[in-house]
């Protein structure tokens, strides 16, 4: 499975985004998906992710609250709704499809990573 995330940018602190992660090539419905986030200089962590059919979703404790992922299998597609955005949340979004976990190596399909920067 192919992925293509998009829906990053530049917003003010207090703002909001919404990233998409549509696939291609096989159906996302076979696959949990995850939303990964990298900062300059830090790892790469699990902000949400979303089991296969939707029933079962994961936040880090950083974003619970903030950001609501969702899922619409139809369209092949996944939602982070990003709200009250902080300069903190400033980083490289990918969004990864594989297992229901909050391991990253169990996610085995990544797309690219969309920039999101928040200005305070």
């Known amino acids: 499975v192919q992925l293509q995330a998009s829906g990053g940018g530049l917003v003010q602190a207090g703002g909001s985004l919404r990233l998409s992660c549509a696939a291609s090539g096989r159906t996302l419905s076979n696959y949990a998906v995850g939303w990964f986030r990298q900062a300059p200089g830090k790892e790469r962590e699990l902000v949400a992710a979303i089991n296969w059919s939707g029933r079962s979703t994961y936040y880090a404790d950083s974003v619970k609250g903030r950001f609501t992922i969702s899922r619409d299998n139809a369209k092949n597609t996944v939602y982070l709704q990003m709200n009250s955005l902080k300069p903190e949340d400033t980083a490289v979004y990918y969004c990864?499809?594989?297992?229901?976990?909050?391991?990253?190596?169990?996610?085995?399909?990544w797309g690219q990573g969309t920039q999101v920067t928040v200005s305070s």
């Open positions: 990864a499809a594989g297992s229901f976990s909050t391991t990253r190596q169990e996610y085995r399909h």
